[in-house]
């Protein structure tokens, strides 16, 4: 399992009905039905990240995150989660609205489009920068929502949105100890969020 996603799955309670969205090769969510007692179903629209879905004996529907979660129950889930997803969505602040009505708590990670490295690149070299946690070029980035953590700070307080517990990624996607408290915005490459309210 990717680094991000141990700490992704610290945040999500034992035994907790689990909504994954875009949970691609499911691997996340087997985890947390084998180790943590969780019930689940994940939602994946790439055909091939759906089949290793079942192939893994994940509960799976295949189609866009966005129209699935319109068709989710108001509090069918305990938990919601979104990994490394948000900036590839349509909509972002409304996908934030359709998890908080299908579930009371929910987790995401985003890569930070703020991190120093990123900015350097593009002002030292005037390209996009390809990095580890955003390995494609601008031309086959999934990625068409880029914002920093303060943006995505910013818009969990304007729909209502409370941070319940923040934790910061260094660049191999695990927790950061290092300056990235100082200064997140600046030197954490990604965060993972529990959010409330």
């Not at 949970?23 to 039905?33: R, S």
């Not at 943590?36 to 509960?59: K, L, M, N, Q, Y």
């Not at 070299?125 to 999934?142: D, F, N």
């Not at 910061?168 to 915005?185: C, K």
Request: proline content about 5%.
């Amino acid at each position: 399992m990717r680094p991000d996603l141990d700490v992704v799955a610290a945040m999500v309670g034992e035994g907790e009905r689990v909504l994954d969205l875009g949970c691609g090769d499911g691997v996340l969510l087997e985890h947390l039905i084998r180790h943590r007692g969780c019930s689940g179903h994940g939602v994946e629209r790439d055909a091939d990240r759906f089949h290793e879905c079942i192939a893994r004996g994940v509960p799976v529907t295949q189609g866009e995150l966005e129209a699935e979660l319109d068709r989710t129950a108001a509090g069918a889930f305990d938990c919601a989660v979104l990994s490394l997803t948000l900036q590839a969505t349509r909509h972002p602040d409304r996908v934030l609205e359709g998890m908080r009505r299908v579930a009371p708590r929910r987790v995401v990670s985003l890569p930070n489009f703020g991190h120093w490295r990123l900015r350097a690149d593009l002002a030292g070299r005037g390209r996009m920068p390809v990095t580890r946690i955003l390995p494609h070029t601008w031309y086959e980035s999934p990625n068409i929502h880029l914002c920093t953590l303060a943006d995505f700070e910013d818009l969990v307080a304007q729909i209502g949105m409370r941070i319940a517990r923040r934790t910061l990624l260094d660049e191999l996607g695990r927790a950061s100890r290092g300056l990235a408290r100082v200064r997140p915005n600046l030197l954490a490459v990604g965060a993972v969020y529990l959010l409330e309210g």
